[in-house]
């Protein structure tokens, strides 16, 4: 997947969740979109370097949009809408040979209470779930998720139980989008129904696939599995 031209700068601070303020090479200041719901622990701080989006759409309020920093260890790309895209275009393109065989692959297609599937996998009468998260919180090696209490991802987790007993193939797909983790494991400090609810619904048949990437300012492409530890 191909980054558009992206801006390098250094992070002043991010605030209301959405906003950033970003120094430029040219010494101006601008304001980013932070396209990221999380506390985006460990994957920010004040004066770290940082890569923009540049959008000259007439109805866009902010120009510009955060999507990498640069934490020394690996470059971390923070934008929540990348996971989705670059997943499925891997499986299209035959990169996740665990998910391989689908005749046909369908984004945000309406299941259970409310919500939305990611991906829906189908050959044939044969469905499969795949729920991608975008996990950037890495500690000495090991990747976590969630980085924040997520009472939505805790249903997401319930809704694919459903699905498992009802006979389809279920994955929860960690991605994470840096390249410096070697295990993944759920985030029990942050959010410890999480992690229950994670190693119970395993137990009855949901998958668990993770990945890291291969990041730079050109672009980001999946890597390779990585093993886990529930």
């Not at 959008?55 to 510009?64: D, G, M, T, V």
């Not at 260890?73 to 670059?86: A, D, F, H, I």
């Not at 997943?87 to 393109?93: A, D, G, Q, T």
């Not at 070697?182 to 942050?190: N, S, T, V, Y």
Request: hydrophobic share 35%; net charge positive; aromatic share 8%.
């Amino acid at each position: 997947m191909k980054w558009p031209n992206l801006i390098c700068g250094t992070l002043i601070k991010r605030y209301k969740r959405f906003l950033c303020d970003v120094k430029l090479r040219n010494n101006h200041t601008v304001t980013a979109h932070c396209p990221n719901t999380g506390s985006m622990t460990g994957c920010y701080q004040p004066g770290c370097p940082v890569y923009l989006s540049r959008h000259n759409h007439p109805n866009r309020k902010l120009k510009y949009t955060l999507e990498m920093t640069d934490m020394g260890t690996s470059l971390v790309g923070v934008n929540t809408m990348v996971p989705n895209k670059l997943v499925k275009e891997s499986i299209l393109e035959g990169r996740v040979k665990e998910l391989s065989g689908y005749s046909s692959v369908r984004s945000e297609v309406p299941y259970g209470t409310s919500s939305r599937i990611d991906l829906l996998l189908e050959n044939g009468k044969q469905r499969c779930f795949v729920e991608i998260k975008n996990c950037t919180l890495v500690e000495d090696q090991v990747a976590y998720f969630p980085d924040a209490v997520s009472s939505r991802g805790l249903k997401h987790l319930l809704e694919l139980q459903r699905e498992v007993q009802a006979g389809n193939r279920c994955i929860m797909f960690y991605l994470i989008q840096r390249s410096d983790a070697k295990l993944f494991k759920p985030a029990d400090l942050i959010d410890k129904d999480y992690g229950e609810a994670l190693r119970r619904v395993f137990n009855d048949g949901v998958e668990i696939i993770v990945y890291d990437v291969n990041i730079n300012p050109a672009e980001i492409v999946l890597n390779k599995p990585i093993s886990f530890k529930l």
